[in-house]
């Protein structure tokens, strides 16, 4: 099954026979019933050690508490009637009463300019629509699909669904280039702090955002984050953004939980995208009516 995002960005038709509640046959071929209602998976027993001792962050996550791809399967409760539901917990990475997460804490212009923004720009400046990565931290911050951590010796290896991004992480906590050109995924290096992966990342190329918000960032944006994985079936993902020329304080997210999934990357690509064509033509539309 293949998820191709052209035109409108719909996924594959395999999601509506998993919609309907017929079964979904996952990589391995094991035919998979589904819950009339999703609960969020436990914790599951200690995380898998690596050989130095480490935890062991490889495994398919998906963004939620689930495990298990809710948009195709249980997209809100009451869109496909007798289609499966989810608890809140299942589909959610955090409880915003027991970890508020801050609004980021824009400079003055930067908010208005986001504030500005036409639903037509706010289009265009995805990535998605733009066939183009996501980027750092948007490879975790802005993407509703699962994605794939690989660990070895040395290097973190992230496999992305969407678009089948990836990128690679050296762990051995090597210093940044000296003065490095600008990337979508900008110049990382990561090193273990106890149980916790950090990974430091500057030179991000400023056609990315920080999330699907339109959180633009500057060329002095600095991104540190942080990978844990406290039992089998969780991993635990936090950022800290600092970006002087955007923010006027760094901002850090709430610890946001991906679950263990059982099921292979699907390949998603985006190919033949009339959707960017859309949203020009909608934007000059409304240029137009401002105009008048």
């Given amino acids: 099954m293949e998820r191709v995002l052209a035109c409108s960005g719909l996924r594959s038709a395999g999601t509506l026979l998993v919609i309907l509640g017929i079964a979904m046959m996952p990589a391995f071929g094991q035919k998979r019933e589904l819950p009339q209602r999703v609960h969020a998976e436990p914790p599951g027993g200690p995380p898998p050690k690596a050989a130095d001792g480490h935890p062991d962050l490889s495994g398919v996550w998906f ?31 955090f409880d915003p009463k027991a970890t508020p997460e801050e609004r980021p804490p824009f400079q003055p212009w930067a908010a208005e300019k986001i504030k500005a923004m036409t639903p037509a720009e706010r289009e265009l400046g995805k990535s998605s629509v733009k066939c183009a990565p996501r980027g750092v931290p948007g490879m975790f911050m802005a993407t509703p699909y699962p994605i794939q951590l690989v660990q070895t010796p040395g290097q973190l290896v992230q496999l992305m669904e969407l678009n089948n991004n990836f990128r690679v992480i050296h762990t051995d906590g090597r210093p940044h280039a000296k003065d490095p050109e600008p990337g979508f995924y900008g110049d990382e290096t990561a090193h273990w702090e106890g149980d916790t992966l950090v990974i430091d990342t500057i030179a991000l190329d400023e056609n990315t955002w920080n999330d699907l918000n339109a959180w633009f960032h500057s060329d002095q944006e600095h991104v540190v984050e942080r990978l844990s994985r406290p039992s089998m079936n969780y991993l635990v993902y936090q950022v800290t953004i600092e970006d002087p020329k955007v923010l006027t304080k760094p901002w850090t997210s709430a610890p946001r939980r991906w679950t263990l999934g059982h099921e292979d990357l699907e390949e998603y690509f985006c190919t033949n995208n009339e959707e960017q064509r859309e949203y020009q033509l909608l934007e000059e539309k409304e240029k137009a009516g401002q105009a008048k």
């Fill in 63 to 93: 963004p939620n508490g689930a495990g298990m791809d809710l948009e195709a399967i249980a997209p809100n409760d009451t869109a496909i009637p007798g289609a499966p539901t989810a608890d809140p917990d299942a589909r959610r990475q």
